[in-house]
């Protein structure tokens, strides 16, 4: 009975995910008519030849960066909210996104600081070697000290913490930098799904994949952290290399698409909510595949709200996805007050 | 990787001598202590909560888990379990001592239940009693044919069945305690260690569960530990009473204990405990009063005169069978017409209720 419901769950939901994804190609600042974009996405030529750059280089990258970014921090967040057991945790919970803050914000401002009469142009891969450097730092810091605390909150206090400190340091950088490149880094935390050019997405695709693997390779932990770590540990389960894993892959899932796309907020807290929702259950057998799925329509819908369809104008992503995302939060906590209890 | 090798060395040091002298008994020992000092560790300094102590468990006993709150029974359990490292002495499991086990191993061995209460949202029984197959299935947790089989016996001695699409969080207290059980059922081990598994459990579901851990043992031959703050009933149905005093241990039929005074002594002695004893007749816990006024009852069911007389001990009066006495109680008339009838020196007053006799009693008290 489940087997047959899930399938079609999975099966329409996996209609919805591509229509969804050409649903987004036809969006963007430059209107390209329906046939026209159909026909350089099956037969690869136009009139317009600059549409098929726009369409190549431009918005399938910006889909695919969608696709890859919702399924990742969706999955992160389930596995933070698991290893917690805090519904309210997500894929920044252990600091990672103040991390890559951190580490843009040093790249960006730090060498203002150090050559205030430099010229300054910043790199892509720049940008997103910073943030990575930042929220794998963070993540080291993590797991050194959960080799030495056994208790799983003191560790999510210390991971709030250690973004707090970051968070401190990116505003006394702030105070002390020069405008413009302020603004950069301002920019870059408003987020965005476009900035990912074609020879960028193998990088960010296969690192994610790294960390959907381990994750995916993580399952009966997950089932097992489901009862809280005693019992797992009761159950055979190895907590500290569990922790280790979930720790790496989160980090792995959550940094890259911080790196690639600035701080993405709310996707990674609400989808996990809404996946269980919908297949009413705990079993990360089914949840994973499932958060993955729902974090990728709900991130390609946000793209789409944000390309404001008839202007040209951009919204931040950002502020799409917390605009969609808080209320949804808002309704499970309302809907679900035994939260309440947890913990 | 394995947490508990850590302390291997430390094991080397035990404080073991106390049954040396006795006959080793014959059956298995599936769980013994040896000096085993239980407490917290705080990075260089030790908080010892009990030890050392020695008692053992043999194979398909039940023995319940007894002493005043915060004696340590449940870090005495976990320290059993292998979740918490012991400061000093060892636990040795079917002869061989706990940091030898792996994670794995022990786990094929020993399943738990805590007092934790466990809620999530989605997880239905059956997902939940075939998490205890993780200890015997690969690195993804697929169930094979046996697996399934292990799990439908473990819903159906414990009456799961009609629960098992039910979602854990829905249950009531009683029913995912039977979840939580059966689930270490599924775990297929030998010995099982619950703590405080009929806490907040009205009295039939009390009885349910324990008489179901007694089935366990009695017919399935696990070895069951339990921590319970229910005299009456581990009096009833424990094998062995491991009794924590001070920083001691005791160990023993429930009847060994009641006889030597032990029990009574091991869980009332002080505090708040105090002013109550230990009814030899029910093992019961009974409020200890002052030898009042005496008053003989007389009644025409023995039905009639033990409640009248228990109602007249709780105002402290002291019912007895002399009927030379200057107060007497007699009920009179048939089931739905009672009378209770005082008689005190001379005078006569008729009550249609206890509640009734006893608010005139107390105003003479």
Known sequence: ?343 | MEETRKTGERHGALANGMHEDLPRQDHQELVSLEGLMIGYRHGRKEQLLSGPLSCSAGGGELIALMGRNGCGKSTLLRTVAGLQESLRGRVILQNRPLPDYSRRELSRLLGFVSTEVVRVQGLRVRDLVAMGRYPHTGWFGNLSENDYEQIRHAMELTSMEPLADRDLDELSDGERQRAMIARTLAQDTRIMVLDEPTAFLDVTHRYEIVSLLGDLSGNHGKTIVFSSHDLHLSIQVADKIWLMMGQDILEGAPEDLVLSGKLEEGLLSDGAAAGFTLDPATGDLVPAREPGQPVSVSAASEELRLWTSRSLERMGFRPDGKMNVPLHVRVEGEKGMLKWILEKSGSRMEFNSIYELSLYLRTIV
Not at chain 1, 216 to 239: H, W
Request: charged content about 10%.
């Open chain 1, 1 to 343: 009975m489940d087997r047959g419901r899930n399938f079609f769950l999975f099966g329409g939901l996996l209609i919805l995910l591509l229509a969804c994804f050409t649903a987004d190609l036809f969006l963007g600042s430059v209107h390209i008519p329906a046939g026209d974009l159909l026909r350089i996405l099956f037969a690869g030529h136009s009139e317009q030849p600059e549409w098929i750059t726009i369409v190549h280089d431009f918005r399938i990258p910006r889909a695919i960066t969608a696709v890859l970014g919702g399924l990742s921090l969706s999955l992160a967040g389930l596995q933070m909210q698991t290893l917690f057991r805090n519904p309210l945790a997500g894929p920044y919970v252990l600091g990672i996104s103040s991390g890559a803050s951190l580490g843009v914000a040093l790249l960006v401002m730090g060498a203002y600081i150090l050559f205030p009469h430099g010229e300054m142009r910043f790199r892509t891969w720049g940008i997103i070697t910073a943030a990575w450097l930042g929220s794998g730092m963070i993540m080291l810091l993590l797991l050194l000290v959960s080799f030495r605390i056994k208790d799983i909150m003191t560790i999510l206090i210390l991971g709030i913490l250690f973004g707090s400190i970051t968070i401190a340091i990116v505003s006394i950088l702030q105070y002390f930098t020069h405008e413009a490149l302020l603004k950069t880094f301002i920019v870059w935390t408003l987020g965005s799904l476009g900035n990912v050019t074609r020879g960028q997405l193998p990088v960010l695709a296969g690192s994610l994949s790294a960390g959907i693997l381990l994750s995916a390779g993580s399952v009966k932990i997950l089932n097992a952290m489901l009862l809280g770590e005693n019992y797992a540990r009761s159950m055979g389960i190895n907590v500290l290399t569990g922790r280790i894993l979930l720790f790496i892959s989160t980090s792995i899932l959550a940094g890259t698409v911080t790196a690639f796309c600035g701080p993405i907020g709310f996707i990674g807290i609400a989808v996990p909510h809404v996946a269980r929702l919908i297949w009413k259950t705990a079993d990360h057998r089914v949840l994973i595949p499932g958060v993955m799925i729902s974090g990728a329509i709900v991130l390609l819908l946000s793209d789409m709200i944000s390309q404001l369809p008839g202007s040209d104008r951009l919204l931040p992503i950002n502020s799409v996805t917390a605009l969609i995302g808080i209320p949804v939060v808002v309704w499970i906590v309302l809907r679900n007050q035994r939260f309440a209890n947890l913990s």
